[in-house]
């Protein structure tokens, strides 16, 4: 199977232009062929490591999350998060072009990183990364968000796994989520002089923070839209 690819292409006002090639092994969802030059020091699993991180650093020398994203930092730190840029998201089939800030399409670019990166506390958002979306409003990103626990769910039924009906372990896992946000940002103040990458996770971590106060009252929105699932099938049949 090839790799699923996705290239971002920035194109800011100043005239300068970045372009960012992801390839994704298609069933494990993480980096390929990606060359892997010296880590930054602010990268080490020790240095601000997050204080719910299973890994050991005798083992994984290098925080997986934090080295995913050295190359953005490397390439856009000195770049202002008001900044204007064109951006382009392309994939196999189609691509996505917008105007935005320079914060925005970092934070996209950010979602999808962090998500393939291999951390464990971020291994659960593959499938939001298998079916990315740049530039995600808020309220797109929790719809998907629920759906896609909601098949996990299903999934686990399917073969006759134990499954709670609450959202409970979601809320749960976007804490922890915000618990490793907040570290990779300290990392980010020291490597970022202009902030654009922190400010981009920032915003990517808006969400995380709002989640778990409004889960519900978004799925009883959400409800509303499915009303045409709660009716039976007709049965047009003799």
Not at 94 to 102: E, G, W
Not at 120 to 136: G, S, Y
Request: glycine share 4%; with cysteine.
């Amino acid at each position: 199977m090839d790799a699923i690819s996705i290239h971002y292409h920035l194109a800011l006002d100043d005239g300068r232009k970045e372009e960012f090639d992801i390839r994704l092994h298609p069933q494990t969802l993480l980096p390929v062929d990606e060359e892997e030059g010296a880590a930054p020091d602010w990268t080490r699993l020790d240095f601000q490591q997050c204080p719910n991180c299973p890994l050991a650093p005798d083992q994984h020398p290098s925080c997986p999350l934090a080295l995913r994203l050295s190359p953005v930092v490397d390439r856009l730190s000195g770049i202002l998060s008001y900044q204007e840029v064109d951006l382009t998201v392309a994939f196999e089939t189609r691509a996505l072009t917008a105007t935005t800030s320079v914060q925005e399409a970092i934070s996209s670019l950010l979602g999808l990183l962090i998500a393939t990166c291999g951390c464990p506390h971020t291994d659960f958002l593959k499938p939001m990364a298998r079916f990315h979306l740049p530039l995600a409003t808020t309220e797109e990103t929790l719809y998907r968000v629920v759906c896609m626990y909601a098949l996990s769910r299903l999934l686990r039924l399917r073969k006759g796994q134990p499954v709670d009906a609450s959202f409970d372990d979601l809320v749960e896992r976007y804490e922890a989520m915000r618990i490793v946000n907040r570290s990779i940002a300290n990392r980010l103040k020291l490597a970022d002089e202009e902030g654009s990458t922190v400010n981009a996770l920032i915003l990517l971590d808006y969400v995380a923070q709002l989640l778990p106060v409004s889960l519900e009252e978004e799925i009883a929105e959400l409800e509303q839209l499915f009303h045409g699932f709660s009716q039976a099938t007709r049965n047009n049949g003799p």
